[in-house]
């Protein structure tokens, strides 16, 4: 037996027709020759028998978010891009991608195939809340392997993807004066969307028009639409805006 360019060297004498052993290295050729013999001596080696033992693919980088939508107004369907490379592995041994899931407080167990296909010219998948087992507000777990004749990588490590978005813009904020000190600021949420996750608070922020900070008050409630602020200068100018935030 010979590989990686080395000298022949005997790896079997017997009487059998078979012989098993472990191999050295993986992916590499090996060249095998066989002579029989008696008692006047040895035969000419037979021609070559040349084998390449593979193995499973090297395992590959993690998966990349390339884009993701969570609106899901106006019949809109949200969704989740996944697109991979496999820099790691000769492509012309590659058959076959698999792209794995999971929510981000399952344990392994649970991993689930979303996507596995013989098309290894695709390197993405989109998956939505209407085909797909997916929901707005979670945190998913994304895998990605490929396989060879010999069988699947390792996965790789996982792509944590939060199916979310901050909330949009507070469109509707008024006030009411209550004194010459006071100013109860209104604000109304019913068309500013979650960003696909529920609403959990808001910051008020206000400050005098020529001041360059802005005091900020965390209102926990999301049932508070209003919000009285006190001890301000009467005559003064102030600028006040309100965002909401989610978990």
């Known amino acids: 037996m010979s590989y990686n360019n080395k000298a022949y060297t005997q790896i079997y004498s017997g009487n059998e027709n078979s012989y098993s052993f472990n191999i050295p290295v993986y992916g590499v050729d090996y060249n095998f020759r066989l002579r029989v013999g008696n008692s006047i001596g040895y035969s000419e080696y037979s021609n070559i028998l040349t084998v390449t033992f593979n193995t499973i693919p090297n395992t590959m980088n993690s998966p990349i978010l390339s884009e993701m939508n969570t609106d899901n107004r106006n019949n809109l369907i949200p969704y989740i891009k996944i697109i991979w490379s496999n820099s790691n592995n000769d492509l012309n041994e590659i058959i076959s991608y698999k792209l794995e899931y999971k929510l981000s407080t399952d344990n392994d167990d649970s991993i689930t195939t979303i996507y596995e296909s013989t098309n290894t ?17 979670n945190i998913y ?19 944590s993807v939060t199916f979310a978005s901050a909330p949009k813009q507070i469109t509707s904020i008024s006030y009411e004066h209550t004194s010459t000190t006071y100013i109860n600021i209104i604000y109304d ?30 209102i926990n409630d999301i049932n508070t639409l209003n919000y009285l602020i006190e001890d301000l200068t009467n005559g003064e100018k102030y600028n006040f805006n309100i965002s909401a935030f989610n978990t």
């Open 189 to 218: 949420i019913t068309n500013t969307y979650n960003g696909g996750s529920e609403v959990t608070g808001y910051y008020l922020k206000y400050k005098l028009n020529s001041e360059s900070d802005y005091n900020i008050i965390t």
């Open 121 to 137: 010219n695709t390197y993405d998948y989109t998956l939505n809340t209407q085909d797909d087992n997916i929901s707005l507000g």
């Open 141 to 159: 777990y994304f895998y990605i392997s490929c396989s060879n004749e010999i069988g699947y990588s390792e996965r790789s490590n996982y792509l």
